[in-house]
Nanobody, 118 residues
Framework: QVQLVESGGGLVQPGGSLRLSCAASTTIFHIYTMGWYRQAPGKQRELVAIITSGGSLNVVDSVKGRFTISRDNAKNTVYLQMNSLKPEDTAVYYC????????????WGQGTQVTVSS
C-alpha cells in the first residue's frame, strides 16, 4: 500500500503561480509513473500531466506551456509547477501513482484544492 500526500494548493489570483507537491510512502518510488489529475465541480476527473520512471512526459494541451511536472526520486516526490493560472484551472488536484511492473497497482492521493479567482 502506497500513501500519497498532496500539498501546495490554495487560492491564487489569475496569472499567479502555485507549486503542488505529492510525497509517496514507498521505497520503490522510482518504478512508478506519477501523475496529476484534476476534477472541477460538476465535471469528470481529467488527466493534467504524467511523468514516467524514465522521465517521459505527457501534458494535456490545455496546460502546455503553463504547467510543468517533475519528480525527485531521492525525495519520493512529484511536483506540478503551475504558472499563468486561469479561473478554469480551478479544481481539486489529485496525485496518482501507477506501478510500471506487474501487478499494476494504482494509488490516489486525497486531493488538494486549487482556486483561481480575483
Amino acid at each position: 500500500q502506497v500513501q500519497l500526500v498532496e500539498s501546495g494548493g490554495g487560492l491564487v489570483q489569475p496569472g499567479g503561480s502555485l507549486r503542488l507537491s505529492c510525497a509517496a510512502s514507498t521505497t520503490i518510488f522510482h518504478i512508478y509513473t506519477m501523475g496529476w489529475y484534476r476534477q472541477a465541480p460538476g465535471k469528470q476527473r481529467e488527466l493534467v500531466a504524467i511523468i514516467t520512471s524514465g522521465g517521459s512526459l505527457n501534458v494535456v494541451d490545455s496546460v502546455k506551456g503553463r504547467f510543468t511536472i517533475s519528480r525527485d526520486n531521492a525525495k519520493n516526490t512529484v511536483y506540478l509547477q503551475m504558472n499563468s493560472l486561469k479561473p478554469e484551472d480551478t479544481a481539486v488536484y489529485y496525485c496518482n501513482a501507477l506501478r510500471e511492473r506487474l501487478p499494476p497497482y494504482e494509488y490516489w492521493g486525497q486531493g488538494t484544492q486549487v482556486t483561481v479567482s480575483s
